[in-house]
């Protein structure tokens, strides 16, 4: 401590000296005997050396906003080191963290004071948003009423950076107390929460980007991340976690996205579809009324065939006259299922190169490869039909 505390000295006379705009000598910086001139720039960038970092913009910078995106820069990049860091970290308690809290019978209850609990209270959230029922319990309030929110059958995860957040003894008693389990997320193997807690994710001791060091930032996202992936490896290990995320999600884009073709569809009444004798006439008259650009052709038991669109008018232009349905569809055409998602139709088409597709009832016989060929039609009647301006309509693209 006696260095760190001469350095500390060092900076503070140095500010003095900056503030009164004299000019400072710095002893022993490179060495004993040692004395360098300090201007009053340079003992700025000594007590924030994040000032000497080169400024890093997309176009002119105006010189007086110069501090604030090298100060920007410093920042990210320091908590992007942090995040590093933790990912290196990592190891075999991670995965026995996501074990206890995947069997977790009741609720994860996350918890946190300061920072942390602002932390905390977004963890809940992402869990509850991805299929693992989470709540919040402010530490302070636990101690006036809010200990009957954990019951047996929900486990805890904490989050404290010491690990010593005098709040959390009351909560980490009552855990005890009804057998509950903890997962603790701190930095101190040695502190209270490390030595309570059924498992401990040591999360590293990194630089906070606050001169003081006093703010948690570096570490706070340090939190903010493992929470993220605490919660993803939970999904991950649940059985139709998509499915479920895309239920928890009825609203916003994100329930757009997991909407399944078959409740965004046209039909199955009005489709334009004919019959493979029917005369072009009659076909480009259906395909002209439905809007669609698209003519299904079903053989008499009502099974889809082939489609006509506007490609193929064009491919036989020349002898439409004289041409039945069938000699013009394209056999085994390109298909959506009912049960496709808006976001895999909508890509499905896209990598087709295809603006409009009939709905079947049962999922392809075969996916399209990466060039887009092979057949894509399992057969069957067709339910509906959906165009890209479906989707692009509803605000996806």
Do not use: W
């Not at 996501?98 to 994860?108: M, S, V």
């Not at 402010?138 to 929110?149: F, Q, T």
């Not at 499915?243 to 757009?256: Q, V």
């Not at 496709?340 to 049962?362: D, K, Q, S, Y």
């Amino acid at each position: 401590m006696r260095d760190g505390r001469q350095a500390i000295d060092g900076r503070q006379a140095i500010g003095r000296s900056a503030a009164s705009g004299d000019q400072a000598v710095l002893a022993d910086r490179t060495g004993p005997g040692h004395q360098e001139t300090v201007t009053c720039q340079d003992a700025a960038i000594l007590l924030n050396p994040l000032r000497a970092t080169p400024v890093l913009a997309k176009g002119p910078v105006n010189p007086q906003d110069a501090d604030a995106l090298r100060r920007g820069h410093a920042v990210i990049t320091l908590e992007a080191e942090a995040l590093t860091q933790l990912a290196r970290g990592l190891d075999a308690t991670f995965a026995k963290a996501c074990r206890l809290l995947a069997g977790t019978r009741g609720r994860i209850v996350v918890s946190g004071m300061g920072k942390s609990g602002h932390v905390g209270r977004k963890i809940a959230a992402t869990l509850s948003a991805t299929g693992s029922p989470a709540i919040y319990v402010n530490p302070a309030e636990a101690a006036h009423g809010d200990l009957g929110m954990i019951v047996p059958g929900d486990r805890l995860l904490v989050l404290s950076n010491s690990g010593n957040t005098p709040e959390l003894r009351i909560l980490l008693d009552h855990a005890r107390g009804h057998d509950i389990d903890i997962v603790g997320v701190t930095a101190d193997k040695t502190s209270l929460l490390a030595r309570r807690a059924t498992v401990t994710i040591l999360v590293p001791k990194v630089a906070e980007a606050c001169p003081q060091g006093l703010a948690p930032t570096s570490s706070s996202t340090q939190q903010l991340s493992l929470g993220d992936a605490l919660a993803m490896a939970l999904l991950d290990g649940r059985a139709g976690g998509g499915d479920k995320i895309g239920k928890l999600h009825p609203g916003g884009m994100i329930g757009l996205r997991r909407k399944r073709v078959g409740e965004l569809m046209h039909g199955p009444q009005g489709l334009p579809l004919v019959h493979g004798e029917q005369a072009m006439e009659s076909v480009i008259s259906s395909m002209t009324s439905s809007g669609f650009g698209i003519a299904g052709v079903v053989d008499a038991a009502g099974q889809l065939l082939g489609t006509i669109t506007d490609g193929d008018l064009r491919r036989h232009f020349a002898a439409l006259g004289t041409l039945r349905a069938g000699d013009v569809m394209t056999a085994s055409p390109r298909v959506l299922h009912v049960d496709m998602t808006a976001e895999e139709a909508l890509a499905f088409l896209n990598h087709c190169r295809i603006t409009c597709a009939f709905v079947m009832p049962a999922k392809p016989c075969a996916v399209h490869d990466q060039a887009g060929t092979g057949p894509a039609n399992a057969g069957g009647k067709p339910l509906g039909v959906i165009h890209m301006h479906d989707f692009v309509r509803l605000g996806l693209s």
